[in-house]
């Protein structure tokens, strides 16, 4: 429940406070096509294409607790991508942006595997949910990364 609530904030605050307009239908759309270069440039360049989309003070929140900084994220990420047995893929579902067109969330399903100490397959699924922020030069970078792990 607390997640929910969690999620359901960060939701409004990532699409409320917003004064001018912006095209609604492209902007999600855009945030879309970056998410999916997001798991393209993972499933490629593993760490290096992660954290290549996350800005400078980004953050990630999973079960361990919260990330924050391109440094740390890096090496949160870099010891699961050190196991070449892992993969990790997903695809948004859902986004949307707020009216200011700085901000904007995408949410979707995601899938990795990887081989345990025995060598048997594990497969975890999820949901998540990514907030992303409009940089300077016009492309999006991930702000916060929360995944949660199907039961």
Do not use: N
């Amino acid at each position: 429940m607390r997640q929910r609530t969690l999620l359901s904030s960060l939701l409004l605050v990532a699409v409320s406070g917003c004064t001018r307009t912006v095209d609604v239908v492209s902007a999600r759309a855009a945030l879309q096509d970056a998410d999916r270069a997001f798991d393209r440039a993972t499933a490629e360049r593993r760490a290096d294409g992660w954290v290549e989309f996350f800005a400078d003070d980004g953050a990630m929140i999973g079960p361990g607790g919260t990330v924050s900084g391109k440094a740390a994220i890096r090496e949160a990420m870099g010891r699961a991508m050190q196991d070449t047995s892992f993969t990790l893929r997903w695809r948004p579902t859902r986004s949307d942006v707020g009216s200011s067109g700085d901000l904007g969330y995408t949410v979707g399903r995601y899938e990795s595997h990887r081989r345990d100490a025995r060598g048997d397959a594990v497969r975890h699924t999820g949901t998540y949910l990514t907030v992303w922020r409009k940089q300077a030069d016009g492309s999006w970078k991930v702000a916060l990364d929360i995944g949660v792990q199907d039961r």
